[in-house]
T-cell receptor, first 115, second 114 residues
Framework: SAVISQKPSRDICQRGTSLTIQCQVD?????MFWYRQQPGQSLTLIAT?????????ESGFVIDKFPISRPNLTFSTLTVSNMSPEDSSIYLC????????????FGNGTRLTVT | GDSVTQMEGPVTLSEEAFLTINCTYT??????LFWYVQYPGEGLQLLLK?????DKGSNKGFEATYRKETTSFHLEKGSVQVSDSAVYFC?????????????FGKGTHLIIQP
């Protein structure tokens, strides 16, 4: 299975600033996703990171707020822009290897607190 | 759209008790179903999965059977341990392998007391 390294593991940021979260996978993967897990809530898909093209965002999420890069098949970044306390969440990177019926693998997440 | 509903927590049990965490779903077609577990301070790990009706997924003593007639995928374990304390998420995928992302339930926090 894929090994996913996500950085930073946690951060405390001031409102109005931006934070970029990195996701590195130890092997090439077909699909990379970014999820948000708000306190006491389930995981919500933010977007699919597409290699070489713009990310595909889910309803309620926009590129200006959550710009995503995916320069190659093993790396992606998610930026949380112009942060407010409502952005305090755990942000998780996940990958699909593309094999039939293979499940998603998740990184350990980035715990973000906005003050 | 797709949705997953699982029982609210926290669920508190004594060690060696029988565990059931209910999960029902709404989806078009024939989704694949998953249970993920999140131990304190760690990321999500796949616990088990089932890809078609009547399949039974099992791992670490946990089991869940894909019931198409009741659109359910309840998680069970015959004798829980303190180390099973975690948050459990039921999830589904329309494309079989999660390649389009997963739809998650809200999670059930399980607390096992010695």
């Amino acid at each position: 299975s894929a090994v996913i390294s996500q950085k930073p593991s946690r951060d405390i940021c001031q409102r109005g600033t931006s934070l970029t979260i990195q996701c590195q996978v130890d092997s090439q993967v077909t699909m990379m996703f970014w999820y948000r897990q708000q306190p006491g809530q389930s995981l919500t898909l933010i977007a699919t990171a597409n290699q070489g093209s713009e990310a595909t965002y889910e309803s309620g999420f926009v590129i200006d707020k959550f710009p995503i890069s995916r320069p190659n098949l093993t790396f992606s970044t998610l930026t949380v822009s112009n942060m407010s306390p409502e952005d305090s969440s755990i942000y998780l990177c996940s990958v699909a290897t593309g094999l039939t019926n293979s499940p998603l693998h998740f990184g350990n997440g980035t715990r973000l607190t906005v003050t | 759209g797709d949705s997953v509903t699982q029982m609210e927590g926290p669920v508190t049990l004594s060690e060696e008790a029988f565990l059931t965490i209910n999960c029902t779903y709404t989806a078009t077609g024939y989704p694949s179903l998953f249970w993920y577990v999140q131990y304190p301070g760690e990321g999500l790990q796949l616990l088990l999965k089932a890809t078609k009706a009547d399949d039974k997924g099992s791992n670490k003593g946990f089991e869940a059977t894909y019931r198409k007639e009741t659109t359910s995928f309840h998680l069970e374990k015959g004798s829980v341990q303190v180390s099973d304390s975690a948050v459990y998420f039921c999830a589904l995928s329309d494309t079989g392998g999660g390649a389009d992302g997963l739809t998650f339930g809200k999670g059930t926090h399980l607390i096992i007391q010695p």
